[in-house]
């Protein structure tokens, strides 16, 4: 059975940081490229960054390049989103996310939700000016 478990969130003030994680199992976790999406209240979920199964290749959404680091290790089975100087607008749920392995060891761009198999419940990012 696989499970996704992300952690990190919380409530912090513009301009602060925040480090997401994400513990996975049950999934051959360095065949998974593995990504990061965002659902803000009443807003359809957005792709944040992937990275390939490796690590080498990563991807972000222009919002957010240059403020958020993706990375993994696979060692662990856990991938991380650190994100820094946080805006209001970066103010959403958040979910890590395993893509299909149909697409290959690489993201699959741009990310779209239909392209990932698994995912974590989530857990929330609230940013206050």
């Known amino acids: 059975q696989v499970r996704m478990q992300e952690s990190g969130g919380g409530s912090v003030q513009a301009g602060e940081s925040l480090r997401l994680s994400c513990q996975t199992s049950?999934?051959?976790?360095?065949?998974?490229?593995m990504g990061w999406f965002r659902q803000a209240y009443g807003k359809e979920s957005e792709g944040v960054a992937c990275?390939?199964?490796?690590?080498?290749?990563?991807y972000y959404l222009d919002s957010v390049k240059g403020r958020f680091t993706i990375s993994r290790d696979n060692s662990r089975h856990a991938i991380y989103l650190q994100m820094d100087s946080l805006q209001p607008e970066d103010t959403a749920m958040y979910y890590c996310?395993?893509?299909?392995?149909?697409?290959?060891?690489?993201?699959?761009?741009?990310?779209?939700?239909?392209?990932?198999?698994?995912w974590g419940q989530g857990t929330q990012v609230t940013v206050s000016t």
């Open positions: 990275t390939s199964w490796n690590g080498r290749t990563t």
């Open positions: 049950g999934l051959s976790f360095d065949e998974y490229p």
């Open positions: 996310a395993a893509q299909s392995r149909s697409y290959g060891n690489k993201c699959l761009i741009p990310l779209t939700t239909d392209d990932f198999t698994y």
